[in-house]
């Protein structure tokens, strides 16, 4: 009972809801406040141990590296440039030498062979006449081949075409009684130039049709270059190397006259060379270089002149009063490949090799070469190391023959 009574003097407890949800609320936050600040206390520490992680390791880069650049410092130190080639190499390299100088050597003592140079394995004859073969022109593919001589004819051969009884494919007599003195294929093959004993040249195609004939001047005209054409017989004639229409001729009234295919009536130029005096002087050969500058031409008075192309043709570029004996026929004159020599054969029985770049003196000269016609030509070889010429028959050699230099 005692109990009883004293559990009635207790009064029931009170509680505040509102009360109690603020502090549960307010523990909340301390709670969460508390595990933020742990976290960011983690994160600085993961961060500062990263730092100490990446120093540590770039520290101990760089002393890789300083210890490298030390070793390589200590190599200088101990080689400076490339390393001393060994006792074999030097050896192998002393040896190449020698023998490299034995072979110069080896190729200076082998003399020149003209036998292996030449195609001489094979050869057929071609009968052109019975008399005197005066000119000869090869086409620049070397397929086809034209003659002509001192009976008035020019034969057309074509090597493809041609069957065992070696016959020409054609026979024209383009100047009638007149002797062939000149024959000359085009740069392109396309035309042939025929200088005959007449005034007047003729142009055919390579199937012997004619495309021009220059015209005859008027002979009672003491101005030459007033007339239109040549005035006396015709003595050389040369294609243009680069332009393939114009062409020249020379001839005994003194005059070198350049023509167009293209402008028949009359001449593109005149040139007019002078002796020393400052008189006419007759031309029996004439060229042009292989690059088509200059215009040579060997008079009778025994000179060699020299026009230049790009210029009017008043004035001697180049000249050499006494290349020849006097009133002998220089009878060609040929450039050579590189432009820088040429070579005269002259009616003295000499052949010159001349320098463009100093004309006061030959720089060759080989004597005793008889010469008989003034048709007798020279060429170069394509590598300019050879120069043949013809000879002709005497009473000690009854042959005629090539000369090679």
Same mark, same amino acid.
């Given at each position: ?24 609320? %307010? ?10 600040? %742990? ?17 540590? $390791? ?107 009884? &070696? ?90 006259? &350049? ?71 220089? $009878? ?39 010469? &008989? ?28 023959? &090539?000369?090679?230099?």
């Amino acid at each position: 009972m005692a109990e009883q009574l004293a559990n009635k003097d207790k009064k029931a407890r009170v509680f505040d809801l509102d009360e109690m949800l603020y502090e549960a609320r %307010k523990s909340a936050a301390k709670v969460e406040y508390c595990e933020e600040i %742990k976290n960011d206390v983690a994160e600085e520490n993961n961060s500062e141990n990263n730092v100490v992680g990446l120093s540590a $390791s770039f520290l101990q880069l760089k002393s890789k590296e300083e210890r490298e650049q030390d070793n390589d410092d200590d190599d200088d130190d101990e080689l400076i440039g490339p390393a001393p080639p060994s006792e074999n190499k030097m050896a192998s390299e002393e040896k190449e030498k020698e023998a490299e100088n034995e072979e110069e050597e080896s190729d200076e003592d082998v003399e020149f062979n003209i036998h292996n140079t030449l195609p001489l394995s094979s050869n057929v004859t071609l009968q052109h006449g019975n008399k005197i073969v005066s000119g000869l022109a090869l086409d620049s593919s070397g397929a086809r081949l034209v003659s002509g001589g001192y009976d008035y004819d020019v034969k057309f051969w074509d090597f493809a075409g041609m069957n065992s009884s &070696l016959h020409s494919f054609r026979t024209i007599r383009p100047c009638e009684c007149h002797p062939i003195r000149d024959l000359k294929y085009s740069a392109t093959g396309e035309n042939i130039l025929i200088v005959a004993g007449n005034a007047q040249a003729k142009v055919v195609d390579r199937d012997a049709h004619e495309i021009m004939e220059c015209p005859k001047g008027d002979q009672y005209i003491v101005d030459m270059s007033s007339t239109k054409g040549h005035t006396a017989m015709l003595n050389c004639g040369s294609w243009h190397p680069k332009k393939r229409e114009e062409f020249m001729t020379c001839s005994n009234d003194g005059t070198v006259r &350049l023509w167009d295919i293209n402008q028949p009536k009359k001449h593109k130029n005149v040139i007019k060379p002078k002796s020393i005096q400052g008189r006419r002087s007759i031309p029996t050969s004439c060229a042009y270089s292989r690059d088509g500058r200059w215009v040579a031409a060997a008079c009778q008075d025994g000179s060699v002149q020299i026009w230049d192309h790009e210029k009017m043709f008043v004035n001697v570029a180049m000249k050499n009063m006494k290349a020849h004996v006097n009133g002998t026929d220089t $009878s060609c004159v040929c450039f050579s490949y590189d432009n820088l020599q040429f070579a005269t054969r002259g009616g003295d029985d000499t052949l010159k090799l001349w320098d463009v770049r100093n004309l006061s003196k030959s720089v060759h000269v080989k004597e005793n070469l008889s010469n &008989l016609f003034p048709m007798t030509d020279c060429f170069f070889s394509p590598d300019d190391k050879l120069i043949v010429t013809g000879i002709s028959a005497t009473k000690d050699h009854k042959k005629g023959k &090539l000369a090679f230099f």
